[in-house]
Nanobody, 115 residues
């Protein structure tokens, strides 16, 4: 079994920054993709950013130029640097890990952008 533990969420003012981390542990054999999704109250869970083991990244249009995803393959850890945060970014952010055969989710970390 694989466990994902997110950290780094919290309350930040508009224009501020946060850095989310997600550490994977357990029986990990081969990671194809790691990424971040987010879900606001009353809305669907949407993709924020993904990164492959080769370093190829993909971002939602709403966060391009503001967020940056990165990973440390040796540590099975993925990061999300969030800059210029806006109230619209308020959501629970979920870490996702995909192997060749399975997909895993973290418990989520709350990000609140408010004055």
């Amino acid at each position: 079994q694989v466990q994902l533990v997110e950290s780094g969420g919290g309350l930040v003012q508009p224009g501020g920054s946060l850095r989310l981390s997600c550490a994977a542990s357990g029986n990990i054999f081969s990671i194809n993709l790691m990424g971040w999704y987010r879900q606001s109250p009353g809305k669907q869970r949407d993709l924020v950013a993904t990164i492959t083991t080769a370093g190829n990244t993909n971002y939602a249009d709403s966060v391009k130029g503001r967020f940056a995803i990165s990973r440390d393959n040796a540590k099975n850890t993925v990061y999300l640097q969030m800059n210029s945060l806006q109230p619209e970014d308020t959501a629970v952010y979920y870490c996702n890990l995909a192997t060749t055969s399975s997909r895993y989710w973290g418990q989520g970390t709350q990000v609140t952008v408010s004055s």
